[in-house]
């Protein structure tokens, strides 16, 4: 039935349930630190998809599986994150195994992961886009972009310079490839939209002199230019009216203000001098009365009382002066093994940087046992939030137009099957 349902599709065998899938679900369970990183997405019927990826090392070797994609029907607010994040962890059995979260700049992510009280990182890559944006403030660049944008816009807005411009291109053997428009929201499309203008100019400036594009160009401008001459009209007829009630009104507002300002300002200088003096007057009661009651609680210092002991405690205070004298020691070992380790870790000469760290602690684990369990605990601590983007392509080509009636659940179970398998 599977097989004429979907000739493509390949059942899992026997051999892979037992040896993959379900080995796969219960390794989680042995691990002992995980990372995460969490997005949300809306597909294409309108359903928002919350979905949490999990980081962490094995055996030396970086894994991660997506734990789910999940929709969700509330409002997305920091509370209601945060539960649903828990409600995720507690299911896998990994609430006390998380060393860090890894999510974008959004607030409610934010408030989830402070209610959480995991450690927060920010996505390195949301963070360089937001500093690679600040460029559209220049205003060098802006004015250029604008002008590109109107190029580009025009050219997908008209049937007719698509024509003259795939013609233009093929006389001058330039790729057929069409002008890309930059959105702010997607990273790099505004370089995109820049490189793809200097690979096609010599083909937009011909198909900006044919004669076929001649007119609704000047047409266009011509309109534009009519639009902006209106403004400053409606602007001079606004700030005659305003400039000629300020100059009628400015003598006697001035003479106004000045004598109310002569007059507050004495009546401030006064109340300033009897209130200062006041308080040096009051400040000065304090420090006596503060240093009369610190000499008499020194002169009667309170009785020391004798702590009482219980028989039982009596009977056991050798075997427990015993233990802590041991925990004392132990704990002394433990730093100096630390120590040891530490300088040893100094002393060897640096590795390559194209070497895996996970694998090269995993190698390590005899001769660094505290370091490399440390080591293994951070390096599973995504720096970005991708990986949860990622599964977003993934969702997309399954809840595609033709399926986007399927069932949240079945496309949770889905992504599942098709990321961690």
Known sequence: ??????????????????????????????????ALTSDSWT??????????????????????????????????TGPIVAEEISEVLQEFGIMDKIVAVTVDNAANMDVAIKRLQFIKL?????????????????ASVANWTAK???????MKRSSMAKTVLREKQQVLNLPQHSPILDVK??????YLMIERLLEQYPAIQAASLDQRLRKPIDRDRGMTSEAFLRRP?????????KLRQQHCLGPHKRKANGGKSTQTRVDCEEGTTMQSNEERRKQRENDITDRGESEEEDDNPPPCRRA?????????AADDELKMKSMESSKLSI?????????????????????????WWWKQKNAYPFLSDLASSYLCVQASSTPSERVFSTAGDTICPERSRILPEKADMLIFLNKNC
């Open 43 to 76: 597909s294409l019927s309108q359903d928002h998809y919350l979905t949490v990826t999990a980081h962490y090392i094995l055996e030396g070797e970086t894994r991660q599986k997506v734990l789910t994609t999940k929709a969700v029907y509330e409002a997305q």
């Open 1 to 34: 039935m599977t097989r004429a349902l979907n000739p493509t599709y390949t059942p899992p065998s026997r051999d892979t349930l037992s040896n993959v899938l379900i080995p796969a679900w219960y390794e989680l369970i042995t691990v002992g630190k995980v």
């Open 335 to 359: 730093d100096n093994k630390v120590d040891a380790e530490i300088k040893m870790y100094q002393d060897i000469p640096p590795t390559m940087t194209s070497d895996d760290p996970a694998a």
């Open 308 to 316: 009482m002991i219980s028989p039982l405690e009596e009977l056991f």
């Open 185 to 190: 929201t997607r990273w790099n499309s505004l």
């Open 233 to 241: 009209l409606h602007w001079t007829h606004a700030l005659n009216t």
């Open 122 to 138: 920010g996505c390195f890559a949301h963070t360089l886009n937001l500093g690679a944006q600040s460029i559209h403030s220049v």
């Open 148 to 154: 590109i944008r109107n190029i580009v816009v025009w």
